[in-house]
T-cell receptor, first 111, second 112 residues
Framework: AQSVAQPEDQVNVAEGNPLTVKCTYSVSGNPYLFWYVQYPNRGLQFLLKYITGDNLVKGSYGFEAEFNKSQTSFHLKKPSALVSDSALYFCAQTGANNLFFGTGTRLTVIP | ETGVTQTPRHLVMGMTNKKSLKCEQHLGHNAMYWYKQSAKKPLELMFVYSLEERVENNSVPSRFSPECPNSSHLFLHLHTLQPEDSALYLC???????????FGQGTRLTVV
């Protein structure tokens, strides 16, 4: 079955520093990969997706993600973190026509 | 917001009650979903509807009963729930299955 792994439950980063939230996916043909963000007491918001083409995908709020086939990874990145980026981040992969989510990574940006 | 609206936002119910969660999407999407979000667990896909037809039921107990009367509305009927069913229930829709989904704000359910 398709699955994604988010190896870090928690990531802390200082404001202004670059951030990375890690995700690895299961190998299954040509995966469709997604990142979502969840703020407190809210639903998930779509950030970006990789379908095909350029390995570097740009999304909302200055986030980007890099598809790496050899490492089966799709890490989320941002060059300069903001305190307002503090939230729960989910990686997702399509499989059998459905979206399967990781366990989430809580990002805390420290002022 | 995202174009997907869920009501109520919060619900407290006893184990013998019957209640329903409502979801409405204004995006013209063809697929709708119910997910359950519990602490420190992956989001659990519960039900999938495509063009108003249920296409997936992921071993969800019968105390959860979905209904999709049209392509814009999705309900989750609840009865005789257990305390472990307390969670955030998220509705989502997508243009078609397997494409990016747009989520509602969720219903925080507490079973007492």
């Amino acid at each position: 079955a398709q699955s994604v792994a988010q190896p870090e439950d928690q990531v802390n980063v200082a404001e202004g520093n670059p951030l990375t939230v890690k995700c690895t996916y299961s190998v299954s043909g040509n995966p469709y990969l997604f990142w979502y963000v969840q703020y407190p007491n809210r639903g998930l918001q779509f950030l970006l997706k990789y379908i095909t083409g350029d390995n570097l995908v740009k999304g909302s709020y200055g986030f980007e993600a890099e598809f790496n086939k050899s490492q089966t990874s799709f890490h989320l990145k941002k060059p300069s973190a903001l305190v307002s980026d503090s939230a729960l981040y989910f990686c997702a992969q399509t499989g059998a026509n459905n979206l399967f989510f990781g366990t989430g990574t809580r990002l805390t940006v420290i002022p | 917001e995202t174009g997907v609206t869920q009501t109520p936002r919060h619900l407290v119910m006893g184990m013998t009650n019957k209640k329903s969660l409502k979801c409405e999407q204004h995006l013209g999407h063809n697929a709708m979903y119910w997910y359950k979000q519990s602490a420190k667990k992956p989001l659990e896909l519960m039900f999938v509807y495509s063009l108003e037809e249920r296409v997936e039921n992921n071993s969800v107990p019968s105390r959860f009963s979905p209904e999709c009367p049209n392509s814009s509305h999705l309900f989750l009927h609840l009865h005789t729930l257990q305390p472990e069913d307390s969670a955030l229930y998220l509705c989502a829709s997508s243009q078609q299955r397997g494409t990016e989904a747009f989520f509602g704000q969720g219903t925080r359910l507490t079973v007492v």
